[in-house]
């Protein structure tokens, strides 16, 4: 618990892989093959299990600020090892609900709200695909998460996308 108050997330998550991966090494070298499983099981639940809220609360939205993929991907295999994914996957439901809460809620921006959503819909694809896996449940969230962004300003996101997609269409036109 001291060292994941003393460090931030990466540098946590970085010493929690390097300390499991020690571990199985130490069980191959000295230990009976039969001691491996119940030690990793103890010494993920140490690093991992007793610790997941404090990670997800201290550096979940730093990392999704910084699109740390790396670090995120790091994220997702350690908490894939203790079965997490649920605290993971309504971490970013709430992330993307906040900052698309931004986007979609402030009547100044209309003009760029669309563009500020793909933008945002983007770069979410791609931790998805480089940081989750493109594990189905994650691209799901992201989906209902979406739905619900779109859905939170009446019909205004919706008429500002048709306006969007009227003028890309009517730009492409005067090409050909």
């Not at 199985?24 to 007793?50: F, M, S, V």
């Not at 993929?69 to 906040?98: M, P, V, W």
């Not at 931790?127 to 019909?155: A, M, P, V």
Request: charged share 35%; hydrophobic share 35%.
């Amino acid at each position: 618990m001291k060292y994941m108050q003393q460090s931030d997330v990466p540098e946590y998550l970085k010493h929690a892989e390097e300390r499991l991966h020690e571990e199985n090494e130490r069980c191959i070298l000295y230990l009976d093959a039969g001691t491996r499983k119940p030690l990793i099981a103890t010494t993920e639940k140490q690093l991992l299990e007793c610790h997941i809220s404090p990670i997800l609360d201290k550096g979940f939205t730093t990392l999704m600020d910084g699109r740390r993929t790396e670090d995120l991907q790091r994220l997702y295999t350690l908490l894939s090892r203790i079965d997490a994914f649920e605290f993971l996957r309504q971490a970013l439901s709430s992330y993307i609900r906040k900052s698309g809460q931004r986007i979609v809620m402030d009547d100044e921006k209309d003009k760029d709200m669309v563009q500020s959503l793909l933008d945002f819909k983007t770069s979410l694809d791609t931790i998805w695909e480089e940081s989750f896996s493109k594990y189905e449940s994650f691209g799901n969230t992201i989906k209902d998460s979406f739905e619900h962004l779109i859905n939170l300003r009446q019909n205004r996101p919706a008429e500002l996308i048709a306006k969007f997609l009227d003028e890309k269409l009517r730009a492409g036109n005067k090409g050909t």
